[in-house]
């Protein structure tokens, strides 16, 4: 089970405190624009939340598979590039994730089985949002 809390900084901010369901807190939203000295500085981007709970959920899928596979994996490097709808909610409705492996004889078909399996059986946020955006995936192995 997880557990999440949001508390609003007050004020004139949209900024907010997240914290999981280990304790770890991030700032999410903004500052307003009526001149705070903190005006420059805002927090992560609600809907990119979203993009990045993807990209680390599948992310940690893909490299236990790897070892398990007893793939040499030594660096991986994901790039995440979604399209939004026309109007408000502005939901996505695709969403891309490209892998960039880097190891030692890595095999593509390993690699590709491990993204695979982490997509359509092992993600829970794969799950969640699949259905509501065409989830897509590729790789390269340097």
Same mark, same amino acid.
């Given at each position: 089970m997880s557990k999440v809390?949001? $508390?609003?900084?007050g004020g004139d901010s949209k900024l907010f405190i997240a914290r999981d369901s280990y304790g770890h807190s991030i700032v999410t939203g903004s500052w307003s624009d009526k001149g705070d000295e903190w005006q420059e500085w805002k927090g992560l981007k609600s809907s990119d939340l979203l993009l990045m709970s993807l990209v680390s959920c599948s992310s940690y899928d893909v490299?236990?598979?790897? &070892? #398990?596979? #007893?793939q040499q994996l030594t660096g991986m490097y994901v790039e995440v590039n979604a399209e939004n709808a026309d109007k408000a909610p502005y939901q996505f409705t695709k969403i891309h994730l490209h892998f960039i492996i880097e190891g030692v004889d890595l095999d593509? =078909? $390993?690699v590709a089985r491990a993204i695979k399996l982490? =997509? &359509? $059986?092992?993600?829970s946020v794969s799950a969640t949002v699949r259905g509501v955006a065409e989830l897509t995936h590729s790789f390269e192995i340097k």
């Amino acid at each position: 089970m997880s557990k999440v809390a949001l $508390k609003w900084t007050g004020g004139d901010s949209k900024l907010f405190i997240a914290r999981d369901s280990y304790g770890h807190s991030i700032v999410t939203g903004s500052w307003s624009d009526k001149g705070d000295e903190w005006q420059e500085w805002k927090g992560l981007k609600s809907s990119d939340l979203l993009l990045m709970s993807l990209v680390s959920c599948s992310s940690y899928d893909v490299v236990l598979i790897l &070892e #398990r596979q #007893r793939q040499q994996l030594t660096g991986m490097y994901v790039e995440v590039n979604a399209e939004n709808a026309d109007k408000a909610p502005y939901q996505f409705t695709k969403i891309h994730l490209h892998f960039i492996i880097e190891g030692v004889d890595l095999d593509a =078909d $390993k690699v590709a089985r491990a993204i695979k399996l982490s =997509d &359509e $059986k092992y993600c829970s946020v794969s799950a969640t949002v699949r259905g509501v955006a065409e989830l897509t995936h590729s790789f390269e192995i340097k």
